[in-house]
């Protein structure tokens, strides 16, 4: 598993780069025009932060109540991912809503709610790195309590209709759409399983190099 | 057993704190000085902005409770008395429930309080729906406190507990105060906009059982330490 | 080995993808505007999709910087920690 990284992370580069072209052959979108196009990343990436987001709280569940230490690894690496695609997500959109709704911000329920969700994110890396003795647990009770948070988000653009678009988009995309949708969605998937990877290992190392040094003062 | 762990601890709470009221003085204060200060932010030219006194009244009761949730259970720390608490063979989700209910009650008597003066300062019509009025003060408080007493118990041995709570309570409760706040407007409506008010107790309700399940999943592996 | 590898991978996806990405649009703006909105008309869409688009390249790849960054430090400890285990024997 380990031997399929590097091929994976040049294919995934190699998407990457090649993403943007595939997007300027997309259909254009009628009422939005050209800056519709960030959906093609603006979309995947919030996909992503919410898979992230049950993917740290499925995994601190699982550290606090099996005690599981691989299981810590993981949560600690989604929920940076978290902030992360997070991040991408309330940074690429407010970008699409200044053109498409003439501001760069709304308060509407799943707009406030994924900013809940991203300093949440944060909170946890916060008690993570300051918290002290112990912050691992406390970590993990947050996580699990953010996790509540990620089936409001998903619904809550069908339950209350504002400006922005309802999750039903996705399925009925347009046929010249979908290609672009899709392969940009993909890169956006394996970029996101890849840093995981990723992350997971650095987190492995470290308990490796704290197992060494208790090695040693023995 | 479980009912009566947490009334004792409830009652524990309570005659520290009729002997000092240190707590819950120092509690209101802080709440009048939040509602002072947030007033200034508010009010233009003589006149409170439309709808500022809900706001104000869910961020003094926010504030103030993240500063009394720091305290009660620094008390706890300060006397050494948690890990009495732990040790006790009592089931450690009754602690738990017995401390949520002191917060409410802490916090209930602030509210009795500030709701009047909050009224009073920005002559807001809350005493339309009494009623409903209490309903959702005491909705939103449940949740608050649910979250605010975990969060609080879990962060006592930390060491930046005392910037990490709000860091950590303030996104965790913004569905309660969107709920309690919008709710509080739904109130001083003119007519009074009851369908409004009575859809946020209910959601707020939903939000409180939800909290108050995970909070009791939870507390159990947290303070097993 | 593996720090070299991954160094090597990024600078390629580094240097690749400016000169991939930064090919012209299949057409210029030529969109309906938004009815209700007349002052948006005069916003250019371009700058904001490329500020999206360079936004979410440059978290990518300062996050994956991170990592390498994070796993040579581990790294370079635990070749120090083995350095010293085999000198004290």
């Known amino acids: ?218 | 057993m479980f009912v009566r762990t947490a009334l004792l601890v409830l009652k524990k709470d309570f005659a520290i704190e009729v002997k000092s009221r240190e707590i819950l003085y120092t509690t209101l204060l802080f709440a009048l000085s939040c509602v002072l200060v947030f007033s200034i932010a508010f009010v233009k030219e003589g006149e409170p902005l439309e709808d500022a006194a809900a706001g104000i009244l869910w961020i003094a009761i926010e504030f103030a409770g993240t500063l009394a949730l720091g305290r009660t259970f620094e008390r706890e720390r300060y006397g050494e008395t948690l890990r009495a608490l732990l040790l006790a063979p009592a089931p450690r989700a009754a602690i738990y429930v017995g401390k949520m209910l002191g917060i409410v009650v802490l916090l209930a008597v602030c509210e009795l309080l500030l709701v009047p003066l909050v009224a009073l300062l920005f002559r807001s019509r809350l005493f339309e729906e009494p009623v409903l009025l209490v309903a959702l003060l005491l909705t939103g408080t449940l949740g608050f406190a649910v979250v605010g007493s975990l969060f609080a118990a879990m962060l006592v041995r930390a060491r930046t507990r005392d910037v990490m709570l709000p860091i950590l309570l303030y996104p965790m409760t913004v569905p309660l105060m969107i709920g309690g706040v919008r709710g509080t407007v739904a109130l001083t409506q003119t007519p009074v906009d009851q369908p409004s008010a009575i859809m946020w107790i209910v959601l707020l309700l939903c939000m409180d059982a939800v909290f108050l399940i995970l909070a009791l999943w939870t507390f159990e592996p947290l303070m097993t330490e | 080995m593996m720090r070299r590898l991954l160094l090597v991978v990024w600078l390629v996806a580094v240097a690749a993808a400016p000169a991939l990405a930064f090919q012209p649009p299949a057409a210029q703006s030529e969109y309906v505007p938004v009815k209700d909105l007349p002052p948006v008309d005069q916003l250019p869409a371009a700058p904001l999709l490329v500020a999206a688009y360079s936004f979410i390249w440059l978290a990518a790849m300062f996050y994956l910087w991170t990592i390498w960054r994070r796993l040579g430090k581990v790294e370079a400890e635990m070749r120090a920690l083995e350095q010293r285990r085999s000198h004290s024997r």
């Open chain 1, 1 to 218: 598993m380990r031997k399929a990284f590097f091929p994976l992370l040049l294919v995934t580069s190699a998407m990457f780069a090649y993403a943007p072209v595939v997007i300027a052959h997309a259909d254009y979108e009628s009422t939005m025009g050209l800056v519709q196009k960030v959906m093609y990343f603006h979309a995947p990436s919030g996909m992503v932060m919410l898979i992230s987001a049950i993917v740290c709280g499925v995994a601190s569940a699982l550290y606090l109540w099996k005690k599981d230490p691989a299981a810590d690894r993981v949560a600690i690496a989604a929920a940076e991912l978290t902030a992360l695609f997070g991040l991408i997500v309330l940074v690429t959109g407010p970008l699409w809503a200044r053109k498409a709704w003439g501001v760069w911000w709304v308060w509407e329920a799943r707009l406030t709610m994924s900013f809940v969700g991203w300093l949440i994110a944060v909170g946890y890396l916060f008690v993570r790195k300051y918290g002290g003795p112990g912050s691992d647990k406390l970590a993990a009770g947050l996580a699990v309590f953010g996790t509540a948070n990620v089936p409001f988000i998903y619904v809550s653009v069908n339950i209350w209709r504002t400006m922005h678009p309802m999750t039903t988009v996705v399925p009925t995309l347009q046929p010249g759409m979908r290609g672009a949708f899709w392969f940009s969605a993909l890169t956006i998937f394996m970029l996101y399983g890849l840093m995981l990877a990723a992350r997971v290992h650095l987190e492995r190392q470290r308990t490796a190099l704290d197992q060494l040094y208790l090695a040693e003062e023995d």
